[in-house]
């Protein structure tokens, strides 16, 4: 049998892991550097039929980085910057300057050390960050010969005395040595491994066998590596015309298969040693996917980038809850939704986290206040250090906790004060003015956004919200806690007609005063159970979670169903019994909040300022507009007539902290 040997391409295989180590490195370190970058690739046997490739990773980075059973090749990475000098790239050049590097460890005798030097590779690439797609190029030169090397015979197996004695010697080589020297195995004499630098030593050459870790799974075709070291050392340095050489396969992790190692028996032409010092040529340039010649290239853009990772990740979350239990659920239109949260307090906090779980990325805080120490234990998005010099403004610093925790998030935070009924504004003043321009703000904010989440700690900071989500058809929820108590409702909105469900406001005769007033020091902090807010938080998420699945949203009958469940209007539970109960109340036609009157005065633009003004100014006036005054004159009338005990007038008394609702709710 007389044909050329044909060796096996050793593929080269960069995982997800290199790339982004090498983006990281482009980014911070290298920037426009297109100086090769040393690095170390791995290979190893091939093992049960198949070819082992170069493998490539982050710790091809670490120089030194050996790994048990594993050839370590060393190369370097050439990282140009367009894809235009990619095309324009001198490959010959760089082959053959590998090829030199390979004779000069040939020459200084560093071969006999680490027999890896007899191989070396180039990674030429080109990183598109934007797009996360690298364009590579890899090389693993051999000298091509003048005449091709002969393959006299080929034989399958060998035997267990030589696996063994060779797997011995290998184990103790740190990955730096592929090639060695077998002698013996006749008759008595056991095999025994030698350093391939002792060759000159061995008595009987033409007995000798060269054992090679072969990535090859080819019987006929050995890997890639033999090439150069035919070339270089057999024919070259060696002067030897035959050669044998054992193509050691994996059986196992630490032991060479006896059946699929192969024994080749190479002639090798003797006129290659004297192209030594010629112009001689470089060949490895790896074939692409298609099977030309050409760069190859991979897009990590989903894999690559930690926080694309993340959101992925947070995706994935989201989407195994649609394949394993709900097909229909439609995750998007919560996680795509832009949610308002005016208060980023305990409510806030624990708002946010949920709609994080739900997907959500625009998350926008509203709230005047500084983090206090007595803050970050209740409010999850804030920590001992949000507190000090004064404290971080609460609506940024629970922005930015958001992104910390997931940096995908489209979070920011607003420091505003909410305009209230009953906290007086005198027109003229540079007070009414700014407090003009923050109704602007916070309209312009409602308007951009798809739900709006009341969670302030007083009533009447509710009052605008409550009247601009209804004005611009955005769906409002209101979260408020008592002590042991919260309110979970939704507002009612426009779209749902006659049929409109009540807002805050509607189950109240009374306008919203300033409830901070001659507030004790109890009334004035947060007097809730602690773990009050994380209920009613996740309820509230989880009752816009379903309406948003309802067809109609936030116009959906509370009577409805979506996949999810039921639609509630509100929902009020109770700590101490540890009850809940789902409410339902439709618009009252007189309330302060959301009745025609008070919607038409904000609508009529001329007219609004004024409107306001004396709403801030004169919280009673809001009772007059509306009709409350009239009506609680009728009923008052009317309970006389009844002549009910005078003591219960007070149900209707707007004293104290401004009507019924608010006894329980007042305090955040
Ligand atoms: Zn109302």
Redesign the pocket.
């Known amino acids: 049998m007389t044909e050329s040997l044909r060796f096996l391409e050793l593929a080269s295989a960069p995982d997800v892991s290199f790339w982004a180590r090498l983006a990281e490195l482009k980014l911070n370190e290298y920037k426009l550097s297109e100086d090769p970058i040393p690095v170390v690739g791995h290979y190893r046997a091939s093992a049960n039929n198949f070819a082992s490739p170069l493998i490539l990773t982050s710790a091809s980075f670490d120089l030194e980085t050996t790994y048990e059973n594993q050839i370590r090749m060393e190369g370097e990475v050439v990282l140009l910057n367009t894809l235009e000098s990619m095309k324009t790239f001198e490959r010959k050049k760089a082959g053959l300057s590998c090829i030199e590097r390979i004779d000069e460890d040939v020459g200084s005798g560093a071969w006999v050390e680490a027999s890896s030097k007899l191989n070396r590779f180039v990674v030429v690439c080109f990183a598109d960050l934007k797009q996360y797609t690298f364009y590579y190029w890899v090389c693993v030169p051999a000298v091509k010969a003048a005449s091709p090397m002969i393959s006299k015979t080929v034989e399958e197996g060998a035997g267990q005395d030589v696996c063994t004695a060779c797997y011995e010697y290998y184990k103790g080589t740190k990955g730096r040595t592929p090639f060695w020297i077998v002698e013996g195995g006749g008759g008595d004499t056991p095999f025994r491994c030698r350093g391939i630098g002792e060759y000159d030593r061995c008595e009987k050459k033409e007995e000798v066998i060269v054992a090679f870790v072969d990535p090859s799974d080819a019987t006929g075709s050995p890997g890639w590596p033999l090439r150069n070291f035919l070339w270089f050392v057999a024919s070259s340095l060696w002067g030897a015309k035959t050669v044998r050489v054992l193509c050691l396969k994996e059986e196992k992790l630490g032991r060479f298969s006896t059946t699929s190692s192969v024994l080749h028996t190479v002639d090798v032409p003797p006129e290659s040693g004297e192209d030594k010092g010629k112009t001689i040529a470089a060949v490895g340039w790896e074939h692409n996917a298609k099977g030309g010649l050409g760069p190859r290239s991979v897009n990590l853009a989903s894999t690559l980038d930690p926080k694309q990772r993340a959101s992925a990740a947070m995706d994935l979350n989201l989407k195994l809850m649609r394949w394993r239990a709900l097909p229909e659920l439609q995750v998007d239109r919560l996680s795509k939704s832009k949610c308002l949260l005016l208060g980023a307090g305990t409510l806030g906090c624990a708002v946010s986290r949920i709609l994080q779980g739900w997907g959500c990325r625009k998350i926008t805080f509203v709230d005047s206040g500084k983090v206090a120490f007595s803050n970050p234990v209740r409010q999850s998005l804030f920590e001992f250090t949000d507190c000090l010099e004064g404290g971080k403004p609460k609506a940024q610093a629970a922005a930015d906790a958001l992104k910390k925790i997931f940096p995908d998030a489209d979070s920011s935070g607003v420091q505003l004060t909410i305009p209230m009924p009953g906290h007086p504004v005198k027109e003229g003043s540079k007070l009414h003015r700014q407090t003009m321009e923050t109704v602007s703000s916070l309209d312009a904010l409602v308007k951009d956004h798809d739900i709006v989440f009341l969670l302030t700690d007083t009533r009447e900071s509710r009052w605008l919200p ?1 009247l601009l989500s209804l004005a611009h058809g955005k769906l409002a929820v209101s979260v408020a806690l008592g002590f042991d108590t919260f309110l979970v409702m939704r507002h009612g909105c426009l779209a749902q007609g006659e049929k409109r469900l ?5 189950n109240d005769v009374a306008a919203p005063l300033n409830s901070t007033k001659n507030r004790t020091l109890d009334q004035q902090c947060t007097v809730v159970r602690p773990g009050l807010a994380s209920i009613a938080s996740a309820l509230a998420v989880e009752l816009v979670s379903s309406i948003l699945q309802h067809p109609m949203k936030g116009a959906a009958s509370d009577e409805d169903e979506s996949i999810l469940g039921g639609v509630p209007h509100s929902i009020r539970g109770f700590l101490d019994s540890f009850e809940q109960l789902k409410l339902s109340s439709p ?2 036609g007189n ?1 302060v ?3 025609e009157r008070v919607l038409a005065s904000y609508a009529d633009e001329k007219g609004r300022e004024a409107f306001l003004t004396r709403v801030f100014n004169e919280p009673e006036y809001l009772e007059e507009l509306t009709g409350l005054t009239e009506l609680k004159r009728k009923a008052q009338e009317a309970l006389e007539g009844m002549e009910i005990e005078s003591d219960e007038d007070d149900t209707f008394g707007d004293g104290g902290g401004g009507g019924d609702d608010d006894d329980d709710f007042q305090i955040l």
């Open positions: 409550t009540g807002c805050y406001f509607c618009a009252f309330c909040g959301c009745s």
